[in-house]
């Protein structure tokens, strides 16, 4: 186990750099002969497997320097609060999901966004900052509401109150 703690970054970057490999080799799908879009329902699988390369790159090439070793003195406290930030995030998503019929996309999702900033935050951050997070929350939330219903006319849980 120490040993994967050692390597792991090294070990992750060089699978998904296989996987991204495989993903663009299975973005050549057949399309009919029939589309004459300029852009094929296969354009997005490439792009997503050339970024995900370039990321794996970024990740050995950051392994094999060293970069993240300096981090591993201070590993024991950092996994402790690592695991309660995910469990906080698994728990802020399933409270999304359920205030998401209730509330409605755009309030559910300035407070999902409001709520996940303070988690992921450093606990050195102040506390003037969640007025921030708060405000930027309710822009992403506004934002995403306007481009899913105006941009791409896609309808978005309105919830009981109607937004």
């Known amino acids: ?3 994967f703690k050692k390597y792991g970054g090294f070990l992750t970057g060089i699978f998904c750099l ?3 490999v495989l993903y663009f080799k299975g973005s050549f799908i057949q399309t009919s002969r029939l589309m004459t879009a300029k852009y094929g329902p296969d354009f997005m699988p490439k792009i997503y497997s050339l970024a995900l390369c370039l990321l794996s790159l970024a990740l050995i090439f950051q392994e094999a320097k060293g970069l993240n070793r300096q981090e591993q003195k201070t590993a024991g406290k950092e996994e402790k609060r690592s695991e309660a930030r995910v469990a906080l995030t698994m728990g802020l998503i399933l409270l999304y999901i359920v205030l998401l019929k ?3 996309f ?3 999702s300035a407070f999902y966004a409001a709520l996940q900033m303070i988690v992921i935050q450093s606990p050195k951050t102040s506390k003037k900052k969640y007025i921030q997070y708060i405000i930027f929350g309710i822009a992403v ?3 995403l509401t306007y481009l ?3 941009v791409f006319s896609v309808a978005l849980p309105a919830g009981k109150l109607g937004f």
């Open 148 to 150: 899913f219903t105006k």
């Open 18 to 20: 296989l996987l991204s």
């Open 106 to 108: 755009l309030i559910a």
């Open 141 to 143: 939330a506004a934002v």
């Open 1 to 3: 186990m120490e040993q």
């Open 102 to 104: 209730q509330i409605g």
